[in-house]
């Protein structure tokens, strides 16, 4: 995706469906659509990052570039899940 203003909203609208769809998956619930949109857009850059390793790559269109920021998105969270410290109740 490029940067023109098209580019731009679709990385907002990749980012906002792949962090609400990473969020349901993983705690069952969404971030708000800001931090949606923050999980998926760098989940996409997780996820891109990790498929390339893989040998895994391309141009996939809309679908793809969803699954992709939200398998990276998942990695992403489950990474921040394992650092968290635990919450315990009193």
């Known amino acids: 995706m490029n940067l023109d203003p098209g580019g731009v909203i679709a990385w907002l609208v990749v980012g906002a469906i792949a962090g609400w ?3 349901q998956f993983m705690r069952g619930m969404g971030f708000g659509l800001l931090g949606n ?3 998926g857009i760098i989940g996409a850059f997780v996820g891109g990052f990790v498929l390339s390793l893989l040998g895994i790559g391309g141009s996939a269109g809309l ?9 990276g ?3 992403l969270l489950a990474i921040v899940n394992a650092l968290a410290p635990r919450r315990t109740a009193l």
Do not use: N
């Open 63 to 71: 679908i793809g570039s969803i699954v992709v920021a939200f398998i």
């Open 37 to 39: 949109i923050i999980v």
């Open 21 to 23: 769809l990473a969020g």
């Open 73 to 75: 998105a998942v990695i």
